[in-house]
Nanobody
Framework: QVQLVESGGGLVQAGGSLRLSCVASGTIFSTNYMGWFRQGEGKQRELVASMSSGGSTNYRDSVKGRFTISRDSAKNTVYLQMNSLKPDDTAVYYC???????????WGQGTQVTVSS
């Protein structure tokens, strides 16, 4: 099976930066999507950014120009560099992996990001 382990969350002041990491282990296909979702208190989980194994990226509008997703395929690791953080970015951030003909979804345990004003 697949396991995803996130790290890098924490408390930061508005305008600051954080870098999240997610390492995937287990049976990882060469073709897949890895990405980051977030869920604020009382809110639905939403896509933040995703990146295909081919390098295509997708960002939600509110983070464009501030967040950057990247991957190290050799290490099965995906990163999320978050700059110019805002209090609205406060949420639990989840790593996500989608692979296989059935588009199986895998999730990490989540890492808390808190941005103070």
């Amino acid at each position: 099976q697949v396991q995803l382990v996130e790290s890098g969350g924490g408390l930061v002041q508005a305008g600051g930066s954080l870098r999240l990491s997610c390492v995937a282990s287990g049976t990882i296909f060469s073709t897949n999507y890895m990405g980051w979702f977030r869920q604020g208190e009382g809110k639905q989980r939403e896509l933040v950014a995703s990146m295909s194994s081919g390098g295509s990226t997708n960002y939600r509008d509110s983070v464009k120009g501030r967040f950057t997703i990247s991957r190290d395929s050799a290490k099965n690791t995906v990163y999320l560099q978050m700059n110019s953080l805002k209090p609205d970015d406060t949420a639990v951030y989840y790593c996500n992996l989608v692979q296989g003909t059935r588009l199986n979804n895998y999730w990490g345990q989540g890492t808390q990001v808190t941005v103070s004003s």
